[in-house]
Every structure is written in C-alpha cells, then in structure tokens.
C-alpha cells in the first residue's frame, strides 16, 4: 500500500512560482509511475505531468508546457513539481498519483491511477 502526501501548495500573486512535492510512505515509490493533477471547482480532474518510475519518460499536459517541470528523486521518495510563471488559471487543487504498471502517456492521458494523496491547494492571485 503506497501512501501519498502532497504538500507545498499556497497562494501565490501571478507571475510566481511554487514547487510541490509528493512524499510516498508505506512503500517504495521507486516502482511507480507518478503524476501531477488538478482540480478547480466545478471541473474534471486534469492531468498536469507524469514521470516514469526513472525518470525516462515524461508527459507534460498543455496547461504545463513551457512552465512546469516534474521530477523526481526516488531515495527520498518524492516527486516534485516546479511551477514558474504562474496564472490564476493554475488555480486548483493539486494532487499527485502513483501507477505501477502504465506508460506516462496512459497514466496522464486517462487519468489512470492506483494511489492517490489527499491534494494541496494551490491559489493565483491576479
């Protein structure tokens, strides 16, 4: 059982940055596949980034182009999420996501999960 903790969020004026990072527990994260996602009110959840288990492969979603860089660190167990020149469209709940079998693309593209942690509020004051 892998156990997800996000934290780093916050509120940030546009233009900011923020990195969020993805603490696993109970297990080695080392066998997964994790992603960012989020979600704002009244939306689906969306991909943001997904990083293979090392790091071989990455999948940015559109919103994250340019300006967000996933990486991960698998001996402290921890992915993080580097976020530059942000926007108040950035605004969402932010979560990350554990996958122990699929490609960075299934993962991202169907949203398709194992584990889940709890999410980190991320807020962009214009």
């Known amino acids: 059982q892998l156990h997800l903790i996000e934290s780093g969020g916050g509120l940030v004026q546009s233009g900011g940055s923020l990195t969020l990072s993805c603490t696993a527990s109970?297990?080695?994260?080392?066998?997964?596949?994790v992603g960012w996602f989020r979600q704002a009110p009244g939306k689906k959840r969306e991909a943001v980034s997904c990083i293979a288990k090392d790091s071989s492969n990455i999948f940015y979603g559109r919103a994250a182009l340019g300006r967000f860089t996933i990486s991960r660190d698998n001996a402290k167990n921890t992915v993080y999420l580097q976020m530059n020149r942000l926007k108040p469209e950035d605004t969402a709940i932010y979560f990350c996501?554990?996958?122990?079998?699929?490609?960075?693309?299934?993962?991202?593209?169907?949203?398709?999960?194992?584990?889940w942690g709890q999410g980190t509020q991320v807020t962009v004051s214009s």
């Open positions: 996501g554990a996958e122990l079998r699929s490609s960075v693309q299934v993962m991202c593209g169907q949203v398709l999960i194992d584990y």
């Open positions: 109970g297990s080695t994260m080392d066998s997964y596949g």
